[in-house]
């Protein structure tokens, strides 16, 4: 068991079962509650920012009393300082691998937990280096359908787990949840 005495009703605020299977390994018991907000970048706004903004608002659009803790997050890929989001289509989800392959490139994750007043949040970023893909392959991955609901059209977990040369940087921040930060927090509340 964690060592989390002061939680008592946890909700994650995400439709994601990567990070519904990463929370788990907390020993945390926890409830979902899909938080639907418009996830559109402002203009200029920075990829960090951008990350952080989304995990507050989505925390925020949770309906929790002031003793439930709200657990928010948002992943982004950065590639040449844009924010990669999901691909709109398989020409889309090929045209990011295309930008991704032989390259390094940045995941953000941010992190809100909530609890009535208290708040905290914090982003993590990991570097991602991809080994050169060929059209072959980046056509083979986006007809598996695996990118299709994935931050830069991939899954480092999944079927990309052959395309990424390292990483420098927590593996569990690149999957959408980094568990070392968020155990810090919660051990905090």
Do not use: W
């Not at 986006?142 to 609901?149: E, F, L, N, T």
């Amino acid at each position: 068991m964690m060592p989390y005495p002061n939680l008592h009703t946890v909700i994650l605020a995400s439709a994601s079962p990567r990070r519904r299977e990463l929370l788990k390994t907390l020993n945390i018991d926890f409830l979902t509650q899909v938080a639907e907000i418009d996830e559109t970048p402002q203009v200029d706004e920075a990829p960090k920012v951008f990350a952080e903004r989304m995990a507050v608002e989505k925390a925020a659009a949770v309906d929790a009393d002031p003793e439930t803790t709200v657990i928010a997050a948002d992943t982004i890929v950065v590639a040449d300082n844009l924010i990669l989001g999901k691909p709109a289509d398989e020409a889309h989800a090929v045209e990011m691998l295309t930008s991704l392959s032989g390259k390094t490139h940045e995941v953000i994750t941010a992190v809100c937990v909530k609890r009535g007043s208290k708040c905290r949040v914090i982003s993590v970023s990991t570097e991602v280096v991809f080994r050169t893909l060929t059209q072959d392959e980046m056509h083979a991955y986006v007809a598996s359908g695996c990118p299709m609901d994935k931050a830069g059209a991939y899954a480092i977990q999944g079927g990309a787990a052959h395309m990424v040369r390292a990483i420098n940087g927590s593996y569990t921040n690149v999957v959408g949840l980094p568990l070392c930060e968020l155990h810090e927090i919660l051990l905090s509340f």
